[in-house]
């Protein structure tokens, strides 16, 4: 679980012994705070004190955005194979293996249809605990089936990333998915059709290098780390001190590159919002009936 990670992590990086006790704590890598872990979900896993927003998996983020119930998925039988028979501390096959066991998915993104306060979307969200979200095959055939669908059925597509970059076990194949990716979002733009991406903690390398930052409208969460390389290679290659903020959220807000900043909790409000500014006319039906062969009543053609 995401959770886990976050607490494991926090106790490494801040290299103190303090012990939470399994299961009814949390530690808060913000500001340190042990926090009642049945709160923290109550509160959409934001600390209260401090606002940091915990690493949550994809159908958690789904279900926060998303009308109860409404979701959808689609080609979740699509499974990441080995073609180049990749070896480094682990045989590539065995970590596709241990990813099923402790994640819900196939592979690092989860995609379907459902409704944002009865508006019909859209929707994939990645599951970093899947190899750190990382962009293979499968994921960049599964983002580009969502942008084609939003194609053809003339729908508003969301994105929500969270990703470590491409995956280097699938070496080139996994890099083509970038471009493949690009260019299915440029034939959403080219017919009009609104993508929204939201960035979350963190979005770097191969998808932010591509789809991530090619939204009409980009969203990120508070404080998200946000990037292509890390800040210590670009330090090395620079030979300069990166400034305070460097590759989060509020520094790219600062500097152009996000278009807004919106806490977990607003999330569901403001795409809503969005939605009915970009697209008044999407129409409320119900998700679960799919209108693939339909077109929608504000299609230009
Ligand atoms: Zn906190």
């Not at 795409?271 to 006319?281: A, F, G, Q, R």
Request: hydrophobic residues 35%; aromatic residues 6%; proline residues 4%.
């Amino acid at each position: 679980m995401a959770l886990r990670d976050s607490r494991a992590e926090a106790e490494n990086r801040n290299g103190k012994t303090v012990k939470v006790p399994e299961g009814l704590w949390l530690k808060c890598n913000g500001c340190g705070e042990i926090l009642y872990k049945k709160e923290i979900e109550r509160n959409l896993y934001v600390c209260r004190k401090c606002r940091y927003h915990f690493r949550i998996n994809a159908r958690v983020r789904l279900s926060i955005v998303l009308d109860e119930g409404t979701f959808k998925e689609y080609d979740n039988t699509l499974k990441p194979s080995d073609p180049l028979k990749f070896e480094d501390l682990k045989v590539y096959s065995v970590r596709i293996k241990e990813s099923w066991k402790a994640s819900s998915s196939k592979d690092a993104v989860i995609c379907g249809e459902g409704l944002i306060k009865r508006k019909r979307v859209l929707i994939g969200a990645f599951e970093f605990g899947f190899m750190g979200g990382s962009m293979g095959s499968v994921v960049g055939e599964k983002i580009t089936r969502l942008f084609e669908r939003g194609l053809d059925e003339n729908h508003p597509v969301i994105i929500i990333s969270s990703s470590g970059g491409a995956r280097m076990q699938e070496g080139i194949l996994s890099l083509m998915q970038m471009a493949k990716t690009s260019a299915a979002v440029a034939r959403l733009k080219e017919r009009g059709v609104p993508y929204i991406s939201i960035l979350t903690d963190p979005t770097t390398g191969g998808v932010t290098a591509s789809f991530a930052m090619l939204g009409d409208l980009i969203i990120a969460e508070p404080k998200a780390l946000i990037g292509f390389a890390g800040p210590r290679v670009i330090e090395q290659t620079i030979r300069q001190s990166l400034p305070d903020g460097f590759q989060r959220s509020e520094y790219l807000l600062e500097h152009g590159m996000v278009d807004l900043i919106v806490d977990r909790k607003d999330m569901r409000d403001t795409l809503s919002k969005v939605l009915d500014l970009l697209v008044p006319e999407v129409p409320a039906k119900s998700a679960r009936g799919s209108s693939r062969s339909k077109k929608s009543p504000h299609a230009p053609n």
